[in-house]
């Protein structure tokens, strides 16, 4: 023991295992720091390459299950190939299953594992596929597995391929119970929202829709609102339950603003729930929304119900809010008007919006021109193209006016608010309502300052010559078209004009050019639609014209074209036959009567033959009536 007042020496300690001044071990001699150089390194004596895979083979052993993954792995590279034959697959299968019964949901959440339970879901049988939906949807968490960047690629998989399953739909369905709200709004678990929706039977889907409305319609549902309809929306709900409305419309709106700030415009479920949130909403709510929306308008035209948010966006948002949809448009004027759904959100953008100018500039400009045409090259380098646009002098608008959808457009600025109802839906009556208005203070305020008809006429002017010259150039398409014969009635109510009376009796020579390739001509005055649209235009010529409006007739040019023949070449078919009964109707002079009468008995003849033959004979009946 040492003596009092001495100092008791300080222990040297060599962490290196060596001398103090050498050192060892890797750490420097006495000062405890490791030395990186000389530690050996396992795969030192590797090359790069190899290096990086006994790297990647030494983190992946980590993993849950590592070694039944990578026999699996070996499995789904033989499974995945074309070329197996039946049996094949289901010997590979079943080695497969008994690698990862027990197993699937923590192998589904590894990146590179989760294309191997899709693969199982896809190759498996009934049975087998069951025991997969049963593991991951009872024993796992399938709203877990959804929210992940791989494995939910597996419930997506699993959706697809229970479609016919009854009993996996429902176990599917029942994992996602309670848990809607929270995948509608997360980035990836919108995916499977989305494709759960567009797959399995609203029927099934149901329960779930109703989490959307709030723990009132999800989760304390006694079934009368499942069992009432098989697709619930906000307006089924507040007519079953009219108290729950508030809470409805509260749980929507936090869910939309959520989805807002995710960025999920483009999901069909996500603008169903905008759209009832918006037609169930005063138009003060609805505003106050717009300005999160407009600027994704092209976004939203994809599906008829995102339409609907883009027209009640356009018909209760400030000019500010239809200046920005209308640039988030510009451009898509063409592809939008043939679209089934998107079309209806721009006839309601150029029925509300009161700055003509800036819609001309942004909509209208885009259909003054022929669109350009993507080249198709072989591999020689040659334009193989089909080319519609080879002829340069077609117009620009004829396309449209021959589709449904696109011919809207000319009919809402032919036509003023009352008369609509002649070519619009009820539908499309409902989102064209006229005279929206929002509460300020304590009154009504229209959305729209200026006068419709007014904005309507400023439109129309700007396509006024194109739209005439497209007639003029194209009556005989327009007038075999169910679609078009509406548009050129319309223009030829509006604007009538000498050389449009005339172009469509050229017109009439043309006959069906594609009966014409067959070897058989059919005449437009025998052609099932065109007859009935030469009909309707001469039912337009009213009797109270002056006397130069009255050459301008449809009636008097046809007469002037047929006179002498007008028995033989327009009333040689029962169909023409109706025709020469509506000329006779709209002639104020009498000279087609006149003409007609001489030839009254070989149409009673041609009314015999036809009977004779059993052959329709209206036409040819409804003209000997018109005689008297």
Request: proline share 3%; with cysteine.
């Amino acid at each position: 023991m040492a003596a009092s007042g001495e100092t008791k020496p300080k222990k040297s300690y060599n962490k290196g295992g060596g001398n103090s001044k050498g050192g060892g071990g890797g750490y420097k001699g006495g000062k405890g720091k490791f030395d990186n150089k000389k530690r050996k390194d396992p795969f030192e004596d590797l090359s790069p390459a190899n290096k990086k895979r006994a790297l990647k083979a030494q983190r992946q052993s980590f993993r849950p299950h590592a070694e039944t993954v990578i026999a699996a792995k070996e499995l789904w590279n033989k499974l995945r190939l074309k070329g197996n034959t039946q049996a094949e697959t289901e010997k590979m299968m079943v080695e497969l299953m008994t690698l990862l019964t027990g197993k699937f949901n923590k192998v589904a959440l590894q990146h590179d594992a989760s294309r191997v339970v899709q693969a199982a879901v896809q190759f498996g049988n009934k049975g087998q596929r069951k025991i997969i939906v049963r593991e991951l949807c009872e024993e796992g968490s399938v709203s877990e597995l959804a929210k992940s960047q791989y494995a939910h690629f597996v419930v997506l998989k699993m959706i697809k391929c229970c479609v016919k399953d009854d009993e996996s739909m429902r176990k599917i369905v029942k994992g996602f119970k309670g848990q809607m709200v929270k995948l509608a709004v997360h980035a990836v678990g919108a995916r499977v929202v989305e494709f759960l929706f567009a797959n399995f039977p609203t029927k099934i889907t149901t329960k779930l829709k109703l989490e959307f409305y709030g723990n009132r319609f999800g989760l304390f549902n006694d079934g009368d609102l499942s069992n009432a309809t098989s697709n619930p929306t906000i307006h089924t709900i507040v007519k079953l339950q009219p108290e729950g409305k508030d809470a409805a419309l509260e749980s929507l709106l936090k869910i939309i603003n959520k989805g807002i700030e995710k960025g999920l415009y483009s999901f069909a479920y996500f603008q169903q729930l905008i759209c009832e949130y918006m037609t169930a909403s005063p138009p003060t709510e609805i505003r106050s929304l717009c300005s999160s929306l407009v600027d994704h308008s092209i976004h939203l035209l994809s599906t008829r119900a995102g339409s609907r948010v883009v027209a009640e966006c356009a018909a209760y948002g400030t000019p500010k809010d239809r200046k920005r949809i209308l640039k988030s448009l510009k451009g898509y004027t063409r592809s939008s008007l043939f679209h089934s759904d998107a079309y209806i959100a721009l006839l309601r953008i150029l029925d509300v919006t009161d700055d003509t100018v800036n819609v001309q500039k942004a909509l209208l400009a885009e259909l003054q021109v022929l669109p350009e045409e993507k080249k198709k090259m072989n591999v020689l380098g040659e334009d193989v193209s089909e080319g519609r646009n080879k002829d340069k002098n077609r117009s620009p608008l004829l396309d449209l006016v021959l589709s449904d959808t696109g011919s809207k457009l000319f009919l809402l600025l032919l036509m003023d608010e009352g008369s609509r109802k002649k070519y619009f839906d009820p539908n499309e009556m409902e989102v064209l309502r006229a005279n929206p208005t929002i509460k300020q203070g304590d009154e009504e305020v229209p959305t729209s300052k200026k006068n419709a008809n007014t904005r309507r006429m400023e439109l129309l002017k700007y396509m006024q010559t194109l739209l005439t010259d497209c007639c003029k150039q194209h009556a005989d398409q327009m007038l075999l078209s169910r679609c078009g014969c509406k548009v050129l009635r319309e223009v030829y109510i509006t604007f009538s004009s000498k050389e449009l009376s005339d172009a469509i009796v050229e017109a009439c020579d043309n006959g069906d050019d594609d009966d014409e390739d067959m070897g058989e001509y059919l005449s437009v005055f025998e052609h099932p639609v065109g007859q009935v649209s030469i009909k309707n235009l001469i039912i337009c010529d009213s009797d109270d014209k002056s006397e130069g409006d009255k050459n301008m007739t449809l009636t008097s040019a046809l007469y002037t074209k047929y006179e002498g023949t007008l028995v033989d070449d327009i009333g040689s078919s029962n169909r023409g036959a109706f025709v020469l009964a509506a000329m006779i109707d709209s002639d104020s002079s009498g000279a087609v009567m006149k003409e007609i009468v001489e030839g009254k008995k070989e149409i009673k003849e041609r009314i015999k033959q036809c009977k004779d033959a059993s052959k329709p004979c209206a036409g040819f009946e409804a003209l000997i009536k018109g005689l008297k």
